[in-house]
């Protein structure tokens, strides 16, 4: 959609942001990347692309993630997971984040989050950076010229990199502050240009309103079988397990890559677009993707180029092994036009296990299932997050705790609710190590997943014989076509299978000893279904 600037009914000045200078009101996609070149924000790129570096930031900036802490939201919020922010400050905060943007260039766009029209929510997002606006608009919903006419936003997002937040004064941690007030209808944003902050602060807003209405908001991916929305498959996972990956299967139709409702009318995505790794993209094995980099307008997001011939280098990760880009969906063949689904009819839940310990698919009892979704097992990938240069093993509640404002049983609870009335099947797939743990084994080889996933969505895997895991309990398949039956015994892959047992073992722990806080708030059920 590429329709001209439109004027909303509402304006910054009416919701009491004033004192900023020009305002750009819902720019199309090609006029966001001329301004941002001629700001100096970016280059072109091959095919029409914008190519961006986002500085010091190159990933999500976690412990500078604030909730303001109002009384509406007190006994709602898991403040064990949500720094909290007091009134006082966050009041101070927007005020000088004002004043600093005063007399400034921003963009405006006006947006959805959520492509059911029944429990969307209208986002405006301001930006101080040019490519920022393309980047949400890309990643967003975009309306309809006759509901921009209309538009009142819901929540307004305010992203000013410029800005630099004082601890001090404003209650927070450093000059990076990411600060969301439900009450005031507000998420500030400063110190950073990562524009990933932009989605992922949507993403937890929309965490925190969903499970009010009875809707499961999932970090996940979903497809549905080509021409049968009933047939609709979920991909839980952390960033760089594979959810865009393994979504964007050309022989099924892709609903969204990353985030996504499931409410009693079915699943439908949040988002408007994808955000997709692009360290080591290769032609053949994501070819979908690959093509969306030479595309006319997909922000190119810290990848090294060379600076006459523009060629992208998708090996050189000196800037970040976190590089990306940003596009809309419909660049994907495959893409729903409605990016609404059906009941999700198998739940997939994706880990990178850097042990080289679990199998690369496992079939889940729904007890099993929330288990694993509680514990959310995978290990962080190297960029993801300011820091992390290896894979670390980790242990993400929902697998998405950064995003959950809310304490995991109500995730939990909603998803284990959901599987029980809709019967959907669960499986645990392992995109991580096999032979051997992280440093000594490979990678899981990337067309055995597919075979094992196609295999579980088409249902002849689950016609098969599967042996029960002795470490874990669920149950594993002993053979599928296609696949080295030595893959599906990860023990058998290790050379030494002593070591791989008590690398076993440690996991074992590790799973056991993470649990503990959830034996409180779970049915016994659950409890039966862990493990150690």
């Given at each position: 959609?590429?329709?001209?600037?439109?004027?909303?009914?509402?304006?910054?000045d009416?919701q009491?942001?004033?004192?900023?200078?020009?305002?750009?009101?819902?720019?199309?996609?090609?006029?966001?990347?001329?301004?941002a070149?001629?700001a100096?924000?970016?280059?072109?790129?091959?095919?029409g692309?914008?190519?961006?570096?986002?500085?010091?930031?190159?990933g999500?900036?976690?412990k500078?993630?604030?909730?303001?802490?109002?009384?509406?939201?007190?006994?709602?919020?898991?403040?064990?997971?949500?720094?909290?922010?007091?009134?006082?400050?966050f009041?101070?905060?927007?005020?000088d984040?004002?004043?600093?943007?005063?007399?400034?260039?921003?963009?405006?766009?006006?947006?959805?989050?959520?492509?059911?029209p029944?429990?969307?929510l209208?986002?405006?997002?301001?930006?101080e950076?040019?490519?920022?606006?393309?980047?949400?608009?890309?990643?967003?919903?975009?309306?309809?010229?006759?509901?921009?006419?209309?538009?009142?936003?819901?929540?307004?997002?305010?992203?000013?990199p410029?800005?630099?937040?004082?601890?001090?004064?404003?209650?927070?941690?450093?000059?990076t502050?990411?600060?969301?007030?439900?009450?005031?209808?507000l998420?500030?944003?400063?110190?950073?240009?990562?524009?990933?902050?932009?989605?992922?602060s949507?993403?937890?807003?929309?965490?925190?309103?969903?499970?009010?209405?009875?809707i499961?908001p999932?970090?996940?991916?979903a497809?549905?079988?080509?021409?049968?929305?009933?047939?609709?498959?979920?991909?839980?996972?952390?960033?760089?397990?594979?959810?865009?990956?393994?979504?964007?299967?050309?022989?099924?139709?892709?609903?969204?890559?990353?985030?996504?409702?499931?409410?009693?009318?079915?699943?439908?995505?949040f988002?408007?677009?994808?955000?997709?790794?692009t360290?080591?993209?290769?032609?053949?094995?994501?070819p979908?993707?690959?093509?969306?980099?030479?595309?006319?307008?997909?922000?190119?997001?810290?990848?090294?180029?060379?600076?006459?011939?523009?060629?992208?280098?998708?090996?050189d990760?000196?800037?970040?092994?976190?590089?990306?880009?940003?596009?809309?969906l419909?660049?994907?063949?495959n893409a729903?036009?409605?990016a609404?689904?059906?009941?999700?009819?198998?739940?997939?839940?994706?880990?990178?296990?850097?042990?080289?310990?679990?199998?690369?698919?496992?079939?889940?009892?729904?007890?099993?299932?929330?288990?694993?979704?509680l514990?959310?097992?995978?290990s962080?990938?190297?960029?993801?997050?300011?820091?992390?240069?290896?894979?670390?093993?980790?242990?993400?509640?929902?697998?998405?705790?950064?995003?959950m404002?809310?304490?995991?049983?109500?995730?939990?609870?909603?998803?284990?609710?959901?599987?029980?009335?809709?019967?959907?099947?669960?499986?645990?797939?392992?995109?991580?190590?096999?032979?051997?743990?992280?440093?000594?084994?490979?990678?899981?080889?990337?067309?055995a997943?597919?075979?094992?996933?196609?295999?579980?969505?088409d249902?002849?895997?689950?016609?098969?014989?599967?042996?029960?895991?002795?470490n874990?309990?669920?149950?594993?398949?002993?053979?599928?076509?296609?696949?080295?039956?030595?893959?599906?015994?990860?023990?058998?892959?290790?050379?030494?299978?002593?070591?791989?047992?008590?690398q076993?073992?440690?996991?074992?722990?590790?799973?056991?000893?993470?649990f503990?806080?959830?034996?409180?708030?779970?049915?016994?059920?659950?409890?039966?279904?862990?493990?150690?």
């Amino acid at each position: 959609m590429d329709h001209g600037p439109v004027n909303p009914k509402m304006k910054l000045d009416d919701q009491g942001i004033t004192g900023l200078g020009t305002v750009y009101y819902n720019r199309t996609e090609a006029a966001l990347q001329e301004a941002a070149v001629a700001a100096g924000e970016g280059v072109n790129g091959k095919g029409g692309t914008l190519l961006v570096a986002t500085g010091k930031h190159t990933g999500r900036s976690p412990k500078d993630k604030f909730v303001v802490r109002t009384p509406s939201v007190e006994d709602s919020i898991w403040w064990e997971n949500n720094a909290p922010m007091e009134p006082e400050k966050f009041d101070v905060l927007y005020a000088d984040m004002l004043a600093h943007m005063k007399d400034g260039s921003y963009d405006v766009q006006d947006l959805f989050g959520g492509a059911d029209p029944a429990y969307r929510l209208d986002v405006r997002v301001v930006t101080e950076l040019a490519w920022h606006g393309l980047f949400i608009r890309h990643m967003l919903r975009r309306p309809e010229t006759s509901e921009l006419e209309s538009f009142v936003p819901d929540f307004t997002v305010i992203n000013c990199p410029t800005f630099k937040a004082d601890p001090a004064k404003h209650g927070c941690r450093s000059e990076t502050v990411i600060a969301m007030n439900f009450d005031a209808k507000l998420i500030l944003i400063g110190g950073t240009e990562y524009a990933g902050e932009n989605k992922k602060s949507v993403f937890t807003l929309l965490n925190y309103l969903l499970p009010e209405k009875g809707i499961m908001p999932m970090h996940c991916s979903a497809n549905h079988a080509t021409g049968n929305p009933v047939d609709t498959a979920v991909f839980f996972g952390l960033s760089g397990t594979g959810k865009t990956t393994l979504s964007a299967d050309p022989s099924r139709t892709l609903i969204g890559d990353d985030e996504h409702g499931w409410s009693d009318r079915g699943t439908f995505n949040f988002e408007g677009g994808c955000y997709a790794k692009t360290i080591g993209l290769d032609p053949e094995a994501e070819p979908e993707i690959y093509a969306t980099c030479f595309m006319p307008h997909t922000v190119i997001e810290n990848m090294v180029y060379d600076p006459e011939t523009l060629e992208l280098d998708f090996n050189d990760d000196s800037l970040t092994a976190n590089m990306r880009c940003a596009y809309p969906l419909h660049y994907i063949p495959n893409a729903s036009e409605t990016a609404l689904g059906g009941h999700p009819k198998n739940i997939i839940m994706l880990t990178c296990d850097a042990f080289g310990v679990l199998p690369p698919i496992a079939r889940l009892t729904p007890a099993q299932a929330m288990y694993h979704f509680l514990s959310g097992f995978t290990s962080k990938v190297a960029g993801t997050e300011r820091g992390v240069t290896e894979p670390e093993p980790t242990f993400s509640t929902c697998f998405g705790a950064p995003f959950m404002p809310r304490r995991p049983e109500v995730y939990g609870n909603l998803l284990r609710s959901k599987i029980a009335s809709h019967g959907a099947t669960c499986w645990l797939v392992n995109t991580g190590w096999t032979g051997g743990a992280y440093g000594t084994g490979s990678r899981m080889p990337i067309k055995a997943t597919r075979a094992l996933l196609a295999a579980a969505l088409d249902g002849t895997l689950i016609e098969g014989t599967f042996r029960k895991d002795p470490n874990f309990g669920f149950e594993v398949p002993v053979a599928v076509d296609g696949v080295d039956d030595g893959l599906l015994d990860p023990r058998s892959t290790w050379a030494d299978q002593t070591a791989y047992d008590a690398q076993a073992q440690k996991l074992v722990t590790m799973f056991s000893d993470n649990f503990e806080k959830y034996v409180p708030f779970i049915d016994d059920d659950v409890k039966a279904a862990a493990i150690g």
